[in-house]
């Protein structure tokens, strides 16, 4: 985390954001009063049971109990950490996050720094070396394409960087935590990358994190990635994803290659949408990744099979990202090909044409599978379907997954009502699949006769300007009443925040432990407009206030014979304000 972010921002945050503008570009929408209503994203569900409250800016699944704010749901939906999600947001609105500095902020901006310091020191050692400026030319990487990739070199010697950036043991240590140097069982340091040609892995915000590493001439390993440190997580970035958003003002599609050299052939080619995973299959916080990016995702390997290997997994990784709205295909070069060769042999235009009748992930899936059995016979076409279960289940509902599994039927030789009972019925028998871990739908709980700070919560958590015109709320620090002392920092937060909206609220209290239980609460149906609601808030406090006076009362006068002055001129104040 680079610096906390202030809380202030967060809340112009959720001011300006639309909650159904953000739900809306990953969920399909349903006007519902005036409220909307989706499929929960969240569990398995045919009839809507997620509901969004504009006016409050909160959605609720009624059927799983998932429950947050614009920002909460970027966090549960799209798998992101709360910087990122607060990032991602104020991208949507227009905003630039600031942060407060911090110890953690300073050592973060060090790292980010001394990757920045590495990557300009490689590329002006590229100018350098005859054999690394020859290598890239006959790859077919011209100047102006390495310079926009921010190709470097790391010579082939042991203290390039230690010697260049390691001015003790403090900045060595710095050195060794962001991957620049690493270190021999005999606690040895030296430099991580030599002999190879450096390829800068850079984030959204175009900070270098990272480096990708192809060796010159021959040698072990190939390509040598950076290790996990504290700013590069090889999991979740994607290599070009930068570059491809600056060259594009809108990215329509994504294509993920297998390699630092195809991301770069195709851009150099005009095609400049390709991205590269680092050194690993696909996961789902890159999916999650690309598709905020763009609508279509192509995912190109070799015919071979592995390539089919390859893509096998990418397509198992992908399935829960799989809805309408969204392409997901598959492109096979030919044998022996890799983006990079294929676009320089047939050009970009070709290539395009290739991209255009990519296989679907549904015609993939299925193929895939039939390839496996015998469809001629009942026993292979019941095996397929079996087969076919656990991916099912990694779906998403929606009109997607009726489609896939219409398509599934058809190849079975059923309906697709009638496949999706024996499915359902085989999940049960076995134990049950990721559907059914989902607790059964409840009805929405209803405000009821709870306690009074209970009560006094939910109206404010509806209506939080309550708080800024019911009575001062001193008295709940004597008030022995669970939950007391949380109305309480509630009121004055409130108080102190005039224009909190519920969104708002919720998010300051989301580090708190009480933060779920005002979650919670946000949940329970009020069955009032607020203005009621206010005027409720204002009588239940009212009640609080007796009570506590009265407590107060019975407090001193079971010690009247020895109260101080001015508690005793406290019990004649009190005793006179209760005959009122």
Known sequence: MSGRIPQAFIDELLARADIIEVLGSRLQLKKAGREYKALCPFHNEKTPSFTISPDKGFYHCFGCGAHGTALGFLMEHDRLPFVEAVEELAGMVGLEVPREDSPAARVQRSHHELLAQAARIYRELLKDSADAVAYLKGRGIDGPTAARFHLGYAPDAW????????????????????????????????????????????????????????????????????????????????????????????????????????????????????????????????????????????????????????????????????????????????????????????????????????????????????????????????????????????????????????????????????????LAAGDQGAGGGPADRRPPARPRPRSGRASLVRQALLRLLHCPRAALEGPDPDFLATLDRPGAALLQAVIEDIRAHPRITPAMLLEHWREHPEGRHLGRLLDTELLVDDDAAADEYRDIMQRLAVEARRARIEELSARSGALEEAEKAELRALIAASGR
């Open 159 to 422: 203290d390039t960087i230690q010697q260049r950036l390691g001015g003790g043991p403090d900045a060595e240590q710095a050195l060794l935590e962001v991957g620049l140097l690493t270190e021999n069982e005999r606690g040895r340091r030296y430099d991580r990358f030599r002999g190879r040609i450096m390829f800068p892995i850079r984030d959204l915000r175009g900070r270098v994190i990272g480096f990708g590493a192809r060796v010159l001439g021959e040698g072990e390993p190939k390509y040598l990635n950076s290790p996990e440190t504290p700013v590069f997580h090889k999991g979740r970035e994607l290599y070009g994803l930068y570059e491809a958003r600056q060259a594009l003002r809108q990215v329509t599609r994504l294509v993920v290659v297998e390699g630092y050299m195809d991301v770069i052939g195709l851009a150099r080619h005009g095609i400049a949408y390709a991205v590269a995973t680092l050194g690993t299959a696909t996961t789902s916080e890159q999916l999650a990744r690309l598709f905020r990016v763009a609508d279509e995702v192509v995912f190109c390997f070799d015919g071979d099979r592995a390539g089919r290997a390859a893509a096998w997994r990418a397509l198992e990784n992908a399935l829960p990202e799989a809805r309408e709205g969204r392409q997901i295909g598959f492109l096979f070069l030919p044998e022996g090909e890799d983006p990079d060769s294929l676009v320089a042999r047939e050009g970009a235009n070709a290539f395009e044409a290739r991209l255009s009748q990519v296989q679907p992930l549904s015609d993939f899936l299925v193929e895939r599978l039939a390839q496996a059995v015998d469809t001629d016979t009942v026993d292979g076409r019941a095996r397929l379907a079996e087969q076919a279960r656990p991916l099912l289940a990694r779906l998403p509902p929606g009109v997607y997954r009726e489609l896939l599994l219409e398509k599934l039927a058809a190849t079975v030789g059923l309906g697709a009502a009638r496949l999706e009972k024996l």
